[in-house]
């Protein structure tokens, strides 16, 4: 067996998810790789169900309903601890995360000795290709105010592109963790840094989505926005 999974959650990606899937696992011989989809209507899951039949590397959890990212993670996590993986990644389905950095993050984990490998966006300068102005000083502004308020030195707080040993997710009650959107990123680097592991964060190039509809919402902004606020108390009043 590999010993490094990486959770893809999905959510109607059926132009995307056959691609995503083929690149992995011809770019990282050393990873098997879980999708998470949510029920997506136009049939996901049954790609993924074929995909899983031809080759053993690929495995499929299906939930009943759209129930977010964080929770889709989080039935990944506890998947991947039970079959005993030592390196677990997040990774989108969207081609906007590079397969081809996988192995990097393992090298960093597994030789260099790193608990968490956090591919940024803005470790050095801004790297996003196709993204509108907006979106982009909307993300950029979003994480420089996470930093500032959580005390987590880390320059992408929203980044869905990294990798964890399994020990960092041994020690995290996720009963603690709400958000079920971008925010849950927030929290799972939060909680990791004041629980003293050794946090590595590299430059990537992120690219918008090529085909698809992005899962972004206002409800999802504002649930990071308050949960911010949230951590910042926690912080304070050193509830860690």
């Known amino acids: 067996m590999c010993d490094s999974l990486v959770i893809i959650p999905t959510y109607n990606e059926i132009e995307n998810i056959e691609n995503i899937i083929k690149e992995v696992i011809s770019k990282c011989k050393e990873f098997d790789i879980l999708i998470v989809d949510d029920n997506s209507p136009d049939g996901t899951g049954d790609i993924v169900r074929k995909l899983s039949k031809k080759n053993k590397r690929v495995h499929l959890i299906e939930r009943e309903n759209k129930s977010g990212l ?3 993670y989080i039935r990944g996590f506890m998947w991947a601890l039970k079959k ?4 677990i990644y997040e990774m989108d389905a969207d081609s906007s995360h590079d397969p081809s950095k996988l192995p990097i993050f393992r090298k960093y984990l597994k030789e260099e000795g ?4 956090i591919g940024s966006r803005y470790k050095n ?8 102005i ?3 000083i909307l ?9 500032t308020v959580t005390g987590v030195p880390i320059s ?15 020690s995290i009650d996720f009963n603690k963790i709400k958000a079920d959107g971008y925010g849950f990123q927030i929290e799972v680097h939060f909680y990791t840094h004041f629980k003293k592991f ?9 690219f918008e989505r090529r085909s698809g509809d992005s899962k972004m919402s206002k409800r999802i902004i504002w649930e990071a926005f308050w949960l911010v606020w949230k951590l910042g108390l926690i912080r304070l009043f050193k509830a860690v």
């Open 70 to 72: 964080g929770t889709a």
């Open 84 to 87: 005993n993986y030592e390196f």
């Open 114 to 117: 790193f608990d968490l490998v």
């Open 125 to 132: 300068g801004v790297n996003v290709v196709n993204w509108p």
């Open 134 to 136: 907006s979106r982009l």
């Open 139 to 147: 993300s950029y502004s979003a994480n420089l105010f996470a930093k």
């Open 156 to 170: 992408d707080l929203t980044s869905g592109f990294k990798g964890f040993r399994r020990k960092v997710l041994e």
């Open 198 to 206: 050794r946090i590595k964060e590299f430059p990537i190039i992120f």
